[in-house]
Structures are given as C-alpha cells and as structure tokens.
C-alpha cells in the first residue's frame, strides 16, 4: 500500500494525477490537496470519469507551514509530490521533515519578491534530509526533469566526457490566442524577462533578456527561432557535471508572443513592485495573470507539437561525437488522453515517474538529489511506456553557433 499526497491542482497537478491513476499498481492511495477544494474536485471527477479510480481531496494553503503539517498528519501520505508554486517549496519541505514524508518538485524555490530561483536555498536542506534519513528529490519535470536524465543518460551510455550542452525547448503549438502563457503566467513571464546566462569555460555568462537569437529545424515541428535563456537545470547540471566547458539553454518564441511581451514590458505590467491602485497595494505580473487566458483552458484549443530535447558533444573512445537526444509531444494527443495540452504534460508525466520510482524504491537515498544524480535507465525506460517517448540521433557536426 502506497500513498501519495500531490499539492497543486493546476495543469500539471492534474496531468499528475491523471498518470498516478493509471497506475494503480504504484499509486494505490492517491491524495490532492490545493489552496481552492473546487480546483481539486474538479480533477477528482475527471479521474474517477476516465480511470473509475477515487481520489481524497482537501483545501490547504501550503504557505503556512501548521496547515500543512496537519494535512499531512491526516493524510500520513509516504510521499508528497509539490506540484503548486516554487514559492511553496521550503514550506512543504519544512513540513516533510516535520512529519517524516520524502519530498518531491519540479520547480526550485524562488522568492515571490526576486524574480531569482537558484537552488542554494533547497541545497541547504541537504543534511537534515540526510538526518532524517528522508529524500528529497527536486525538479522531476522536463525541464528540469527529463533534461536532467537525458544529460546523465548519454553520459552513461555514450560519452566519456561531455564538452558542451545545449538544451532545447520548443513549443511548436498553437492555442489561437493572441497573448497567453502555457503555463502558470506570473512564473512564465519572470522566467522569460530575467537576463540570460550560460556557463562557459568555469563562469556565467550573462547577457540581456533575448538578445541571442538562433534558428533551429526541431523534428517534426520544423524551422522556429529559439533564444539563449538562463534555465534552472544548468546549475545543478554544472555542479554535478564539472567536465563540461559550456552549457547553454535555448527556448523558442514567436514573434507575436515577443511583441506582446516587449509592450507589456514597456507598460510596466510584468513588474513585480507592488503599486497602489484605488487604495489597494497590487503587483502588476499578478493583476497582469488575472486577466490572461488561464493556461489550464489552453488544452482544448491548442494544436501542434512540442520537441524538447539535448545536443551534446563530447569524447567517447578518442573520437569527437555529437548526439541529439530528444521527445516529441502532440497537443492534441495528450488532450484527448488526460484532457491537458503538452507543456503540463510533459512536466506532469516526469512528476509521475519520479514519484513512482521513489515509491517503489526503485530511486532511494538520504538528503537531497537532483534528477542527474539517480540512475537515468529506469525513468528513460518508463518515458517511453507512459507517453514520452524519446529519441536519439548522431549529428555530424556540434552545434556551429
Ligand atoms: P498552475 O498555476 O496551473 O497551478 C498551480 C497550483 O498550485 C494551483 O492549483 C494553485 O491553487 C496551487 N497553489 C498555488 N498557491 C498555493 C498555496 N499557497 N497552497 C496550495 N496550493 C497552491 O501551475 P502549473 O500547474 O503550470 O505549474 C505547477 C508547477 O510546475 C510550478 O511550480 C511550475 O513552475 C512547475 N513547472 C515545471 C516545469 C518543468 O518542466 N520542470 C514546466 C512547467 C511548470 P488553486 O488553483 O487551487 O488556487
């Protein structure tokens, strides 16, 4: 008998979910809490409509660490998976620790007054996890998630050394509406706005917000743009991988979706300063995702694929090899199936498998991981069964930008 508690009933939670059913066999008590009931009942009755499987559902706000900790007594789950907001994690990760639960995310901690994520503020978690003799397992999404295990994988199987990493994300589809975020708008826009910044020869590198911009031919989505960004794998990648001499992080974006930004930008809506509006301190990228489409209602509507993958270069047996490891997932596809568009998809699907390895025992340890310190086999094997299937091709050439 396993038991998982997920927090979060947003896009991604609910793809989780939807996954943790389908496999009864792992998830045999599945437990969703968020900060509105309403958002939860309503993935409880998708999963009992597709699956016929119940699943418990409860209001916290896991910004307060006493309601959550007597959630979690109630539900006594053996793993909380963290699917609500990065500014959620230390909490929920205070509360494991207080009541003996390992812990598993895909975002890492970000203040809600810095738009700065790093992972200094979970690393610090290390020994009282160890301690504890629990595990936390941090940022089992695709990127971070898959992007992490792709790494490790071809460094396993085909590199002996890694020289350079380029991770690439493109969003080929299309939802038809003239601005929206596919995921949660306010973490969207601090992620895409902040400079750019890679690793190159033992430094960071940083440059203005898209201001390297490269075109790239992705399998089956075609020729997009893709711009340089700064992304949290690269830290812990560059940590636990310190041969490699660059590692770069490209996303696509069209230009309409740039236009948008640079005038919301411009009008000073992406800020995060409060301001003072009829009496009512307000921050502009909060009010600004109150009236953006919600991403959860993108499904529907959104057509064409997602490709996201790794280009790496490297030595393996005194030759200079280039292999490009990468998914690629249908919009439509992953509606038809769980009723939510790729980008929840591709992060709810990795949430589940990491789950279910720690569950079964499969990924153990004391302290905290990231993705890139387990062993990759068993996630790429069950990417393959549970909707991500992968490829991998040898370039010719390394990436000539
Ligand atoms: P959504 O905004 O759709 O969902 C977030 C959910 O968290 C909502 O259901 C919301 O509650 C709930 N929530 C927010 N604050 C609290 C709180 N204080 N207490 C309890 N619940 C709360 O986001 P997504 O589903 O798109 O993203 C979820 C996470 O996944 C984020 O951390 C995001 O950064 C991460 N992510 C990771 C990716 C990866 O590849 N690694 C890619 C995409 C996202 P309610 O609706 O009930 O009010």
């Known amino acids: 008998m396993t038991k998982v508690l997920v927090i979060g009933a947003g896009g991604v939670g609910s793809v989780a979910v939807h996954k943790m059913a389908s496999l009864p066999e792992v998830f045999s008590s599945i437990t969703l809490a968020s900060r509105r009931i309403s958002s939860c009942d309503k993935i409880a009755k998708s999963v009992q409509e597709r699956f016929g499987v119940k699943i418990e559902t409860f209001e916290v706000d896991a910004d307060i660490l006493e309601d959550t900790v007597s959630l979690l007594n109630k539900v006594k789950p053996d793993l909380l998976v963290n699917l609500a907001l990065p500014y959620q994690d230390l909490v929920l990760m205070d509360a494991c620790l207080k009541v003996?639960?390992?812990?598993?995310?895909?975002?890492?901690?970000?203040?809600?007054?810095?738009?700065?994520?790093?992972?200094?503020?979970q690393w610090e978690y290390q020994d009282r996890f160890e301690d504890a003799g629990l595990m936390a397992l941090l940022g089992s999404g695709f990127d971070p998630g898959v992007t992490n295990i792709f790494t490790a994988w071809l460094k396993k199987h085909h590199f002996d050394t890694i020289e350079t990493l380029d991770i690439l994300d493109c969003n080929g589809g299309d939802h038809g509406h003239p601005f929206a975020t596919n995921f949660n708008p306010e973490i969207n826009i601090r992620e895409v706005t902040a400079p750019a910044r890679h690793w190159e020869n033992g430094h960071w590198v940083e440059t203005p917000a898209l201001s390297h911009k490269k075109s790239f031919d992705f399998p089956s989505v075609g020729e997009r743009n893709m711009y340089l960004m700064y992304h949290e794998e690269l830290e812990s990648l560059v940590k636990h991988l310190p041969e490699m001499k660059r590692a770069r992080f490209w996303m696509t974006f069209g230009d309409a979706y740039l236009t948008h930004l640079e005038v919301l930008q411009n009008v000073g809506l992406t800020s995060i300063e409060p301001i003072t509006y009829k009496g009512q301190e307000i921050i502009p990228l909060q009010f600004l995702k109150a009236v953006l489409p919600d991403p959860g209602g993108l499904g529907e509507r959104t057509k064409?694929?997602?490709?996201?993958?790794?280009?790496v270069t490297g030595e393996k047996d005194g030759s200079r090899v280039t292999k490009y490891l990468f998914n690629v997932c249908d919009h439509e596809k992953c509606y038809r199936e769980v009723g939510s568009q790729?980008?929840?998809y591709t992060t709810g699907v990795p949430a589940m498998i990491g789950a279910a390895l720690m569950l079964q025992g499969v990924w153990k340890g004391k302290g905290v991981f990231n993705m890139e310190q387990m062993n990759p086999d068993p996630f790429m094997d069950m990417l393959n069964v549970h909707g991500l299937p992968w490829e991998?091709?040898?370039?010719?050439?390394?990436l000539d930008f």
Do not use: M
Request: hydrophobic share 30%; with cysteine.
């Open 392 to 398: 991998v091709r040898e370039l010719t050439s390394p």
């Open 100 to 121: 003996g639960v390992h812990y598993l995310d895909t975002a890492n901690y970000e203040p809600r007054d810095q738009a700065k994520f790093e992972y200094r503020w």
């Open 342 to 344: 790729a980008v929840s």
């Open 304 to 311: 064409g694929r997602t490709c996201i993958g790794n280009i």
